[in-house]
Structure formats: C-alpha cells, structure tokens
C-alpha cells in the first residue's frame, strides 16, 4: 500500500514553496501519494501589498490548495517547510497548528511520521531551533520523528543540519535538491514500515 504524505509549507519569498516542491517531486518518485498544501497567509493585506515580492510570491501559489486538517487526517506522514521567525517557525504554520486541537484529541495526529526543513536570511538565524520546534509539537501529537541525521553523505555536502534541511534564502541549488529529496524518500521509507 502507497504511504500518503502531506507536504505542508508556507513560504513568504518562494524558498521554502521550492523546497515543498522538490519534497512532493521526490516522495511521489518513492512511490508515495502526495498532497501539496500551503498555509493560509495570515498577514494583513496592507503589509503584504507593501512588500512586492511577498505579494508577488503568493499570487504565485494560488493553484496549491491551503492546507486543511483533513489533509493532516489523511496522511501518514508529513514534509514540513516553513521558515524561521526570530528562532521559531513563522506564526502561518502556528496559525494552522493551532487548528489541529480536535484531530489531536481524538488521537488522529498520532503514530505518524514527521520531518522538517527550513530556512532563515543567517546561517545560523535559527535554523536548528525553528526545525525543533517543528519537532516539539509533533511529540505532542504523539507523531514519529524523522530526521536525516546523518544517515547519507549529503549531509555532509549540504551544511550539515541533522536535524532537517535549512538554507538561506535563494532557489534550490542541487546539493539542496538531493538533501531534501534524501529527506522526503526517507520520510516514506519509514511511514511504508508503519502502513504495510
């Protein structure tokens, strides 16, 4: 039986909608079912017109659906991409997370398996902690943690974040490409253990 995974995002300047792309390419190639969902934007309108490239970034991805907790019910495992606000994940997801009370209750988040990436304008703007915080939640739910650790010489090339994935702003170059590919087949290498 085909895993099925939920790669959610929320991207303001088209990283992390890069990112969430390449992820659902390489699990649909791993023989996954996939659903490409983005956070709702929960910016104001003012702000976000204010800033061209946010605005032209989310008129970029009207085509993808906003993510819903059926798509988090329907899963088996989740690709998260979100970006990193002062050393946590941008309040978007939070948004969204927050919505997810009643599937937590029922137990509907729990025994599934989870990975994360991100992204931040430094290095070493928080990029591990935001990845954690990711991580923090789903032990909430009760989800399974996958990370890429180190478990493939990528890890080496691409900066070395055993957590997840991180990057600074930009499009993927291929070293970033192949590590969350990496990522993304591993995460349904192990939701295929948990469904089959």
């Avoid at 998260?80 to 919505?99: C, L, Y």
């Avoid at 928080?126 to 739910?141: C, D, F, K, L, P």
Wanted: charged share 20%.
């Amino acid at each position: 039986m085909a895993p099925k995974i939920t790669v959610l995002f929320y991207s303001t300047y088209g990283t992390n909608h890069g990112v969430a792309q390449e992820a659902a390419r390489a699990a649909e190639a791993a023989g996954a079912e996939v659903r490409l969902r983005r956070c709702k934007e929960t910016a104001p309108a003012e702000v976000i017109n204010g800033q061209e490239a946010w605005r032209d970034q989310l008129e970029k991805m009207q085509d993808i659906p906003e993510a819903t907790p059926d798509d988090m019910e329907w899963a088996d495992g989740y690709f998260v991409s979100v970006p990193t606000r002062f050393g946590v994940s941008a309040s978007q997801f939070r948004a969204f997370v927050d919505t997810l009370g009643p599937l937590w209750q029922s137990g509907a988040l729990a025994n599934k398996v989870i990975t994360a990436t991100t992204s931040a304008q430094n290095t070493n703007g928080g990029q591990e902690a935001t990845i954690q915080s990711v991580y923090v939640t789903a032990m909430h739910w009760g989800a399974i943690i996958v990370p890429p650790g180190y478990a493939d010489p990528i890890k080496f090339e691409d900066g070395g974040n055993p957590y997840g994935y991180s990057c600074t702003p930009g499009a993927l170059d291929e070293t970033g490409k192949k590590s969350v590919a990496f990522q993304a087949k591993r995460l349904v290498e192990y939701a295929s253990k948990l469904v089959n």
